[in-house]
C-alpha cells in the first residue's frame, strides 16, 4: 500500500489499477471507503479505461478491425508505474503496451493524479494522446464509499443529498447494456434515501444529472462526505446486493445501448482526442 496522509486524511493506493483503497479520516479513524470484501464485490475505487461499462458482445469495430474488450476495460487490471510521491501528491502512469494494442489498437499515456488539500483528497485523470491519429475513449470513476452500520445507522438511515436536482431520471440496465427506459424519483428536499432494493437491477444510470456535488449523509449524526465533479456528462450510482456501500461514478463516456451497431467512432459518449492533445477531469472527496 502506498499512502497519502496529512493531519486530516490517510489514503491508501495501490500501484494495481491506480486504486484508492483507504480513506481515512485522522480524526475518528473511521474508513470512508468500501473494505473491498469479495464475498459483495472486490475492488474500491477503479478506474474504468478506456471504456466504461460494457459493449455489445463485448465487442466493438473500428476501422477494418473487431476488438474485444471486458467491461469497464483494462486499466483496472494493469500495474501501474508510480511517477511522482511527495507529501500531498502521487502521479501513477500507465501506457500503451504490445498487450494492450491487440484489443485497443491506440497508443496513449493515462496518468492519474490523487492530491491531498485540508480534508480532501482528489482524483484527476490525464489522458495524453501520443498516437498520430486520433484517440478514441471513455473514462470514469467508481469510488465505493462505506455506509457504516457499527455506529447505531442501519442502511436505510443514509441518504444522498442532490446540490440541483429535485428529480431524477435514470436509464437502467438490460443485459448489461443501457436501455432506452427510462424512470422517475421525485427527490425530498434534494435527498435520495438509500434502500438495497435500488441496485437490484444494477446501477441507475444517469444522463442529465444537473448536480456538480452529492454528499452523503444519515440521520443520527452529522459525519458526511462531499463528492464533486464537474464536466462529467454521465453519472452512475450502484451497489452490490445488499452490501453496505454505495458507489458514485462521475462517467466521460457510457455503456452501449441496447442495439447499437459496435463501431467505436459512434459510440455514444465517446471521446475524441486528436494527436498530442491531453484530456483532464476531475473529482474530489471530502471528509467533514
Known amino acids: 500500500m502506498i499512502y497519502l496522509e496529512n ?55 473500428y476501422k477494418d478491425g473487431s476488438y474485444k474488450l471486458s467491461r ?54 490525464e489522458v495524453s494522446n501520443t498516437d498520430e491519429k486520433e484517440l478514441l475513449f471513455s473514462i470514469g470513476g467508481h469510488p465505493a464509499f462505506a455506509i457504516n452500520t457499527s455506529n447505531g445507522c442501519a442502511y436505510s438511515d443514509y441518504y444522498l443529498q442532490f446540490d440541483k436536482d429535485i428529480m431524477l431520471n435514470y436509464h437502467d440496465i438490460e443485459n448489461d447494456l443501457i436501455s432506452n427506459n427510462t424512470y422517475n424519483i ?22 442529465t444529472l444537473k448536480s456538480e456535488k452529492i454528499s452523503l449523509r444519515n440521520r443520527k449524526n452529522s459525519n458526511r462526505i462531499d463528492f464533486e465533479f464537474k464536466n462529467f456528462p454521465y453519472f452512475g450510482i450502484w451497489a452490490a446486493r445488499d452490501a453496505d456501500f454505495v458507489c458514485l461514478e462521475p462517467w466521460c463516456g457510457i455503456a452501449d445501448v441496447v442495439g447499437h451497431e459496435q463501431i467505436l467512432e459512434n459510440k455514444e459518449g465517446i471521446i475524441k482526442l486528436a494527436s498530442k492533445q491531453v484530456f483532464t477531469r476531475t473529482w474530489s472527496v471530502a471528509i467533514i
Open 7 to 61: 493531519d486530516c486524511i490517510k489514503a491508501g493506493f495501490s500501484s494495481k489499477g491506480a486504486e484508492l483503497q483507504q480513506l481515512i479520516n485522522i480524526k475518528n479513524g473511521e474508513n470512508y471507503l468500501w473494505e473491498g470484501d469479495t464475498k459483495f464485490w472486490g475492488k474500491f475505487s477503479p478506474v474504468l479505461f478506456p471504456i466504461v461499462g460494457s459493449l455489445k458482445d463485448d465487442t466493438y469495430r
Open 72 to 125: 469497464h476495460g483494462f486499466a483496472r487490471d494493469k500495474e501501474f508505474s508510480l511517477e511522482i510521491q511527495n507529501s500531498d501528491e502521487l502521479l501513477f502512469v500507465l501506457s500503451h503496451s504490445a498487450d494492450t494494442l491487440v484489443a485497443y489498437p491506440f497508443k496513449f499515456m493515462l496518468g492519474i493524479r490523487y492530491k491531498l488539500d485540508n480534508t480532501t483528497l482528489s482524483c484527476s485523470y
Open 186 to 207: 421525485p427527490l425530498d428536499g434534494g435527498k435520495l434515501a438509500l434502500d438495497h432494493r435500488l441496485f437490484y437491477n444494477d446501477a441507475l444510470v444517469f444522463k
